[in-house]
């Protein structure tokens, strides 16, 4: 229900954007959002964003690189990633919060993830 692509290999300072594609249930929901996983590192928020209202929130370490946003018509998320740095190398994934008010809370469904390296 969740479909995350664009992923890739990139040079540090390059770009990319994620999308990801909601069906089902998943447009619905409350919170749309980023968290990537490093390699034996646990998976992390990055960024999220209100499906209604548009409110968006960012982790520290992407804030003003990272920009997340959403196009209802098309159910889709997207991640545009400016400014990359080796640090930002990790399986991304896109999630979907149904309910709640905490966009960094238990996400209900997750996309497959799409692998984002950074080289230096």
């Known amino acids: ?43 992390k928020f990055i960024a999220a964003i209100n499906w209604r209202g548009g409110s968006t929130y960012y982790a520290d370490s992407v804030k003003g690189r990272f920009t997340i946003s959403k196009n209802n018509a098309e159910n889709t998320v997207y991640l545009q990633m400016n400014s990359l740095k080796p640090e930002d190398t990790a399986v991304y994934y896109c999630g979907a919060r149904r309910f709640g008010l905490d966009p960094e809370g238990a996400y209900d469904y997750w996309g497959q993830g799409t692998q984002v390296t950074v080289s230096s």
């Open 1 to 43: 229900q969740l479909q995350a692509s664009g992923g890739g290999l990139v040079q540090a300072g390059g770009s990319l954007r994620l999308s990801c594609a909601a069906s089902g249930r998943t447009f619905s929901s409350n919170f749309m959002g980023w968290f990537r996983q490093a390699p034996g590192k646990e998976r």
